[in-house]
């Protein structure tokens, strides 16, 4: 997943500040000059101010000369709130003004005070001195570094005239100097409200001191008393934008920065930090910075918290915020952060208590609304959704998330055509984010870049940001006077338009909102009330620390036996053994499936392979068949008829003509195939199409009944479809390669059907375009996933919202026969964050044992895992709730399979990763450690895996696996193919003495390989429910049973089989340890296990 940056250029906050000459009088708008230009200088250099500045330098020293002859005379006028430019309550993002009241309001003005005369009420100065001569004095004495000297005047002074402000200045600046901090600003507080400009310029200055002492509250206070009666005051509006970034109140800190972008006078990290007001402006306090930086060290919990958020580390950061939270002393900004921070990590128990010390003030927050809005997704309140995210882009139209999530509850409602104008904006976003931080990471300035920024900001209607992007890039190319004169007139224009920032309607993308209504908090809180005047709940970590016990469990073991069983086989490239360049049809890697070609109950394993290059479609490498012979595998391809040299990528089995003997399904480039058990030993090939398209990319196949006739049909997932499907990532200078190829560089490929007609023919079909569009597809599940007992097909699809499609039969015979796709409004549409997942394995098993199927996908690197959970017939990705989000963050995923390692009960999951290109030197391994999630009673932990020494515990390019009881010794064991080295055999040697039982099925009044049956088993008071699923994984097949652990139970109290058909049957008192094979409608027989 992408995060904001911001390049460090700026100057620290100090006290370097002259806050005296912050305050001059208002010049006139005739005193400005026709072409004000702005002042840039290179990346790698201080950036000072974008400012329009006066051309007239005597014109600045003048007015100085006469606010400290005014200052050492004392001042009589009064400061006042100016009206200049009030808040446009239809653009929230045109407001500088905080949406909190300030901790102290400024005491209302009072006439000034009579001042002593400057020299005949001074008593102790000589007869030649005068007032303002020993000021002068004292001045340069503190400009010559001996504030000791100094202040022994201005005590004098002081003494003479206790208000006078430009004596308090000096004192004060030089107690500053021999870092008496405190003191300084204790002084200052002596110049009130009747000074005027002095007392703005003092609480300027005792701010920025403040920030120094670490009185961040105080800085605040002092900075939001100055912007009362100068909202334009640049340095307050600078410094006060800093703290709130740093704090992590990021909103807060847009509003002043927008100031700043109004007067011209703005900073290249101020500008960065406009891009995505969601994500934190951060540097590592361990890290010295660089010379001229001015880093953006966080400051107290919410910073923190937010950069956690941003990483997705949801547990570390509402457990850094709870105590704040539960005693009420973090701010606002903070406050609405916890809630949206809990509702993306689904705590009910802590967005409940977030949402029983509900404040009004809160609606003001960005964060709020998208907390309230994720909530209504979760409760499939999608029209409540759809104005929760509409009233957070009102406010921040840069939030990708709530972009996303909008999108989301529009699909679900069926809104296509304004789901696809967001997708749309969501992309253009993302893209002006993408940009932003290539900036940001760039070591030298790329005047490119910033011109590109520049042009994708304008089109999403932010023309101000663009003309100071523009000028940057002006700056780097080394334009002349001329130009930068343009682009000061359209600065001014812009500004005096007021059309710096998208108006409502540009934000909210033309779609009134109107008629979607606003949440009713009671309603989506019901447990709220309760909470506020009852007992609070204690918020928990989401990590327990009391889940069921991994102490007493047997280590997990799996052992590498594929080179003595004889499973030679590797993945082979069109050339050469490619270590990086790869094109997008090579990161595939071989398919692998489970099947028993000759039915003698001893798994055999077939695999795909590449070799070629498209439009060539056929290649010198062949597909592979090992059939396992006296405990080790033999290669039988040729003899066998099954070494076919196209271009494989996904393989699935089942028995598509109904004669007891298994198939296979080929997914290739150019004509998909079959490979038709004779059951002699032989195949015989059946295409199933003849269009030879070679630039048609498939993914996964799954064969079941889809239609409901008791036939299986077959689904072929479709990735891309594109002329270009040869290409390769670019390099630099260096020959390393820049960037992997993505699939949204392609032309997505439709999805296909093959309806089995039973007679040998079939219907093919190609599915409708789902939101206007086909989607890249990876995964795919096929069997009874949400909970209706029928069918469903489950597409994991890479980038792009998952789809879960039902087949609605023609209601009669002038109708036609439907696809229903119902992913999002099911819930398991989209990510946890409103992203499309990258689902390049899924695996579904009931994995918290409540007897409904939930899916997990695996996701690319730095993108948290999903893991989709089942309650009611829909989905919640609880991915951070189950523990699994942080360890997943840190690999790129592929192959992924459920398997329940120690046979306890408790379904874990094992995964193979590895990246789609070898991108090193950006530290992004290219190899990387499998991983095997252990599942402890609906919670998972990352589990080690002996032994030590074992394949377990290297790193390799994984791509696909699949689970088999190879060995038939109740358990289960992981074949694993790679890019980089040989397929694995992983034989589970894990020492258990929990107990199993495996089902092999055969439909009678079903399809013969009764894909879709699930099982429940009442295990006393326990009971588990397993379905056998066509597809999972990536690219493969399982072998075609299910396996249950058992645990501690010696015996099955009762089976219920419920077969795709519906009809049902029940099987009571079977023995433990048993591999039985039932027939639909004739009871059930053990088989033998291992010899």
């Not at 009088?25 to 790698?44: S, Y």
């Not at 940001?465 to 004169?485: C, D, H, M, P, Y």
Request: glycine share 6%; net charge negative.
């Amino acid at each position: 997943m992408l995060c904001v940056s911001k390049h460090r250029l700026a100057r620290h906050v100090g006290t370097s500040t002259r806050w005296h000459e912050s305050f001059l009088p208002t010049i006139p708008p005739t005193h400005l000059p026709t072409h004000p230009r702005f002042h840039l200088v290179a990346m790698d250099q201080v950036l000072p101010p974008l400012r329009i500045a006066l051309k007239a330098s005597k014109f600045f020293h003048s007015l100085l000369m006469a606010l400290l002859i005014t200052l050492a005379g004392g001042c009589n006028s009064q400061p006042q709130p100016s009206g200049d430019r009030q808040p446009n309550a239809a653009d929230p993002s045109n407001s500088a003004a905080s949406n909190q009241p300030l901790p102290e309001q400024p005491a209302k003005p009072q006439p000034a005070k009579p001042q002593p005369a400057s020299s005949e009420s001074a008593d102790n100065l000589g007869p030649s001195e005068t007032f303002t001569t020993r000021l002068a004095s004292a001045t340069q004495l503190i400009r010559d570094g001996k504030p000791d000297a100094a202040a022994a005047i201005l005590q004098q002074l002081l003494i003479a005239q206790p208000n006078n402000p430009a004596v308090i200045f000096q004192l004060a600046s030089g107690y500053a100097q021999q870092d008496q901090l405190s003191a300084a600003v204790e002084l200052l507080d002596r110049i009130d409200t009747s000074q005027a400009e002095a007392y703005l310029a003092a609480q300027g200055q005792s701010a920025d001191w403040c920030l120094s002492l670490k009185r961040y509250t105080d800085a605040e206070r002092r900075y939001r008393t100055v912007l009362k009666f100068a909202p334009t005051a640049t340095p307050a509006l600078r410094n006060l934008a800093y703290l709130y970034n740093r704090q992590g109140r990021r909103f807060e800190a847009v509003q002043l920065i927008h100031e700043l972008c109004r007067a011209g006078d703005v900073r290249q990290d101020e500008l960065h930090a406009m891009i995505s007001v969601p994500s934190a402006m951060y540097d590592d306090p361990q890290q010295t910075p660089k010379i001229n930086q001015r880093p953006y060290w966080p400051i107290g919990p919410g910073a923190n918290a937010r950069r956690l958020y941003n990483q997705q580390r949801y547990a570390k950061a509402l457990e850094m915020l709870d105590e704040g939270f539960a005693e009420q002393t973090i701010d606002l900004a903070t406050a609405t952060l916890y809630g949206r921070i809990a509702s993306s990590a689904l705590d009910d128990q802590r967005i409940t208590l977030w949402a029983s010390k509900h404040s009004e003030a809160w609606t003001a927050s960005p964060d709020y609304w998208v907390a309230m809005g994720i909530q209504c997704l979760n409760q499939q309140r999608f029209r409540e959704a759809v104005r929760c995210f509409a009233e957070t882009i009102k406010r921040d139209p840069t939030d990708l998330q709530a972009i996303s999530l909008i999108r989301q509850a529009l699909i679900a409602l069926g809104e296509d055509y304004l789901a696809h104008r967001w997708n749309q904006h969501w992309r253009a976003n993302r893209e002006v984010l993408r940009v932003s931080n290539q900036i940001s990471a760039a070591d030298q300035p790329n005047a490119d870049l910033a011109g590109d920024l520049a042009d994708r900001l304008l089109a999403l209607n932010r023309p101000l940001e663009a003309v100071l992007w523009k000028t940057i890039e002006a700056s780097q190319r080394k334009v002349g006077q001329q130009f930068f004169q343009q682009l000061n007139h359209q600065h001014q224009q812009i500004v005096s338009s007021k059309t710096c920032f998208p108006s409502l309607k540009q934000r909210l993308c033309d779609m009134p909102i109107d008629s979607y209504p606003l949440p009713d908090l009671d309603a989506l809180f019901p447990e709220r009330e309760s909470t506020l005047h009852g007992r609070q709940p204690e918020a928990q970590p989401i990590e327990p620390d009391s889940i069921a016990s991994s102490q007493n469990a047997p280590a997990i073991v799996f052992a590498d036996v594929a080179q003595s069983r004889g499973l030679n086989q590797a993945y082979t490239f069109a050339d050469t053994q490619r270590s990086d360049g790869f094109a997008i049809y090579e990161i595939m890697g071989s398919a692998i499936a489970c099947i028993d070609v000759d039915l003698d109950g001893w798994c055999d394993v077939y695999f795909g392979q590449g070799g070629t290059e498209p439009p060539i479609v056929s290649g010198g490498s062949h597909n592979q068949l090992f059939r396992q012979v006296d405990h080790a595998f033999v290669e039988t391809s040729h003899q066998s008829d099954s070494a076919c040299n196209d271009f494989t990528t996904g393989l699935t089995v089942g028995d598509w003509n109904q004669d007891g003997f298994p198939d296979l399904a080929l997914a290739v480039l150019g004509n998909e195939q079959l490979l038709i058990n004779q059951g002699d030993g032989t195949f015989r090939t059946m295409a199933l199409n003849h269009d030879d398209d070679p630039w048609h990319l498939p993914a996964s196949m799954a064969m079941g009944d889809i239609n409901g006739d008791q036939l299986p049909d077959l689904f072929q997932v479709g990735y891309v479809e594109d002329k270009q499907l040869a290409r390769r990532p670019e390099r630099d200078s260096n020959r390393q390669i820049t960037e992997a190829l993505s699939p949204h560089q392609y032309r997505a490929a439709e999805d296909r059907v093959w309806i089995n007609r039973g007679d040998g023919s079939f219907q093919q079909q190609a599915l409708p375009a789902n939101n206007g569009s086909h989607k890249t597809g990876l995964g795919v599940l096929l069997g009874p996933l949400a909970g209706t007992g029928t069918n469903q097909v489950f597409v994991g699809n890479d980038q792009h919202q998952n789809q879960l499609w039902q087949w609605k039969p023609a209601a009669n015979a002038d109708a036609v026969d439907q696809w229903i796709e119902s992913a999002t409004l099911l819930g398991c549409g989209f990510s946890s964050t409103g992203a499309g997942t990258a689902s390049m394995g899924v695996a579904a098993a009931d994995y918290d044992r409540n007897g409904l199927l939930d899916i997990h996908i695996a996701n690319y690197q730095d993108e948290a895992s999903s893991l989709f959970m089942q309650q009611s017939g829909s989905f919640r990705d609880r991915i951070v709730a189950a523990g699994m989000d942080v360890d997943s963050r840190l690999v790129l995923g592929f192959g992924c399979q459920p398997i329940d390692a120690d046979n306890d009960g408790w379904i874990d999951i094992a995964v193979t990763n590895g990246h789609v290109e070898n991108l090193h030197q950006a530290g992004q391994p290219f190899e990387q450690p499998p991983q095997l999630f252990r599942n402890l009673a609906g919670q998972f932990r990352l589990s080690a895996v002996e032994p030590a020494a074992g394949y377990w515990n290297g790193k390799y390019v994984g791509r696909a696996m699949a689970t088999a009881d190879v060995d038939r010794n109740g358990k289960l064991d992981l074949l694993i193919s790679h890019l980089d080295v040989p397929v694995a055999l992983l034989e589970n040697q894990t020492q258990s003495t929990n107990h199993w039982a495996q089902f092999s099925l055969i439909g009678t009044t079903d399809e013969r390989s009764a894909v879709g049956t699930r099982i429940q088993i009442k295990l006393g008071a326990d009971q588990q429910t397993h379905a056998l699923l066509g597809g999972s994984g990536f690219l493969s097949s399982n072998q075609g049973l299910i396996h249950a652990g058992l645990g501690r139970h010696e015996s099955i109290d009762q089976l219920e089989v419920f077969w795709p058909s519906g009809q049902r049957e029940v099987l009571t008192d079977l023995a433990s340890d048993r591999h039985y094979q039932i027939i639909q409608g004739q009871g059930l027989q053990a088989l033998p296990t291992a010899r």
